[in-house]
């Protein structure tokens, strides 16, 4: 990141924006040419609006994207906004005007635009009264990534009454996942020991033999590693699926 009170730069060299090392203008202009255009075609790649049910869908798009452009600092708070005047040695001098302030406002502009183009209306009240990136992307955090406690009691509730019931392997584990990351969110991680334990006791009765193996494994799955066993049972022992709702083939005796 750029030195913000850099003021020992030769004639004729302004600072780069923030997130770039000291350049020339010359230089400078294609990167803030090529940071823009990347932020005017964010729909490209941030396909999901943010509803206030898929917040952590969301945010899985935005942090990449941003990352990649060199930007995530600007939103996360880690870059800051530089001051608008840099100090003078002298207290009778005036102070001189910090060309990185400029830059740095007009880059948060951008990034400030594409992120309330990402809204869905049922949450654009998430940008009220906000006029930097950072402002909502800590309001949609604070009321779609909420750390209460009756938040995290709720998500605790549903991992420990999972059941598969009609639902796929993969839709099974994959609800389970996405509930395991809502209560890291929420500041509340659970063991993979403990995720295994609800996992296992929602699956559904065909799967019985195969949890009484993997519970004698000395280290625990994650549940991605779980999914791969599932299917693989699956495609050694299809006669073991039995359509829910239907009764069991049934047996021919000689």
């Not at 009691?153 to 996405?178: C, F, K, M, P, V």
């Not at 395991?180 to 065909?206: K, M, T, Y």
């Amino acid at each position: 990141m750029a030195n913000q009170n850099d003021s020992t730069l030769p004639a004729g060299t302004t600072t780069s924006p923030v997130g770039y090392s000291n350049r020339s203008t010359q230089v400078v202009a294609p990167a803030n040419r090529r940071t823009s255009t990347m932020l005017q075609q964010a729909h490209h790649y941030v396909s999901i609006k943010l509803t206030a049910t898929n917040y952590l869908f969301w945010r899985a798009q935005l942090v990449p994207f941003l990352g990649g452009q060199n930007l995530y600092g600007c939103v996360d708070g880690t870059n800051a906004c530089p001051p608008e005047f840099l100090g003078s040695s002298t207290s009778t001098a005036s102070p001189t005007v910090n060309s990185l302030h400029a830059d740095w406002v007009q880059q948060d502009q951008s990034i400030l635009s594409m992120l309330i183009s990402s809204l869905a209306e049922e949450v654009l009240y998430l940008a009220i009264g906000h006029s930097t990136s950072r402002g909502v992307w800590v309001a949609t955090e604070t009321a779609l990534g909420s750390t209460s406690r009756s938040r995290t009691l709720s998500l605790l509730t549903q991992l420990q009454g999972l059941h598969q019931g009609d639902s796929s392997t993969s839709e099974y584990l994959g609800l389970a996942q996405i509930l395991v990351e809502q209560l890291a969110q929420a500041r509340c991680s659970i063991g993979l020991d403990e995720q295994n334990l609800h996992v296992f006791w929602g699956l559904r009765p065909e799967f019985r033999s195969l949890v009484a193996s993997l519970t004698t494994k000395i280290q625990p799955l994650t549940i991605l590693e779980v999914a791969d066993l599932l299917n693989t049972h699956h495609y050694l022992f299809p006669e073991d699926a039995v359509p829910t709702g239907l009764p069991p083939p049934a047996v021919m005796v000689a």
